[in-house]
Nanobody
Framework: QVRLVESGGGSVQAGESLTLRCVVSGNDADRMNCIGWGRQLPGKEREGIAALFPDSGVAYYRDSVKGRFTTYKIGEPVSLRMNNLTPEDTGMYYC??????????????WGQGTQVTVAS
């Protein structure tokens, strides 16, 4: 059992930044090989955007967020720093856990999500 709880969503203007945080808990929390983030944009399928492998410290990113988003873990919680946000980033953002592959692929666990809205 793994529970993922996101926080930090909200409304910002284009060009601004936002930091999301995720608390991972549950009996299997320590068995997660990766912690990551996904999102669902309006009218689109849900997709993974970042995956962090704490044992190696390596992180993977989707091309659309590379260079603008950074995920990191300093103790707890896991964070996603999002810089230079655009209206195209508007959507529901999810904390995710357990990667099926070494890289940015699908995740076994998804949180409930937090809304991010970017106004132009």
């Amino acid at each position: 059992q793994v529970r993922l709880v996101e926080s930090g969503g909200g409304s910002v203007q284009a060009g601004e930044s936002l930091t999301l945080r995720c608390v991972v808990s549950g009996n299997d929390a320590d068995r997660m090989n990766c912690i990551g983030w996904g999102r669902q944009l309006p009218g689109k399928e849900r997709e993974g955007i970042a995956a962090l492998f704490p044992d190696s410290g390596v992180a993977y990113y989707r091309d659309s967020v590379k260079g603008r988003f950074t995920t990191y873990k300093i103790g707890e919680p896991v964070s996603l720093r999002m810089n230079n946000l655009t209206p195209e980033d508007t959507g529901m953002y999810y904390c995710t856990a357990f990667c099926y592959e070494d890289g940015l692929g699908d995740f076994a666990y998804w949180g409930q999500g937090t809304q991010v809205t970017v106004a132009s």
